[in-house]
């Protein structure tokens, strides 16, 4: 075995220790996988499904872009987008992507847009927090 393909063979046995202990994703970073329990909301070329989410509180929101250009979902008011930080987490996404909001922790009606796309009323929504029973 040459030398340049030992760094290469050490090199990939690297790759795949820290992938295997960094699978626990963090809000702020992108993810094409849906668990099966968290409440999604599903970007396409026709707007935002569902359009309103009632969630518990406490809980995250997955947003998933499935359309063909890329989204930047901020909470309302545009341009500074300051009223809900928890909902700013998911952000910029680019198709295929996906990411989760914060935890929703006050009972409260959360509104959001996408900020690249801010006059189109189709990528309008509402996650509703409800208090956890």
């Known amino acids: 075995m040459t030398t340049s393909n ?4 050490v090199l990939l ?8 202990s960094c699978d626990g994703d963090t809000p702020l970073m992108p993810s094409t996988t849906t668990p099966a329990s968290e409440p999604v909301v599903t970007i396409t070329s026709a ?13 995250r929101v997955l947003f998933v872009n499935n359309d063909t ?4 979902m901020s909470s309302d008011s545009h341009p500074t987008h300051g009223l809900w930080p928890a909902m700013n987490q998911v952000g ?4 295929g992507e996906s990411r989760e909001t914060g935890n929703l922790n006050d009972v409260e009606t959360i509104t959001y847009h996408d900020h690249l796309n801010a006059q189109n009323l189709s990528l309008f ?7 956890r029973n």
């Open 13 to 20: 046995a690297i790759s795949l220790l820290v992938g295997i």
């Open 6 to 9: 030992s760094h290469i063979r």
């Open 125 to 131: 929504g509402s996650l509703v927090v409800e208090p």
């Open 69 to 72: 250009v890329a989204h930047e």
């Open 92 to 95: 910029f996404l680019l198709p």
């Open 47 to 59: 707007g935002v499904t569902p359009s309103s989410i009632t969630v518990s509180q406490g809980d």
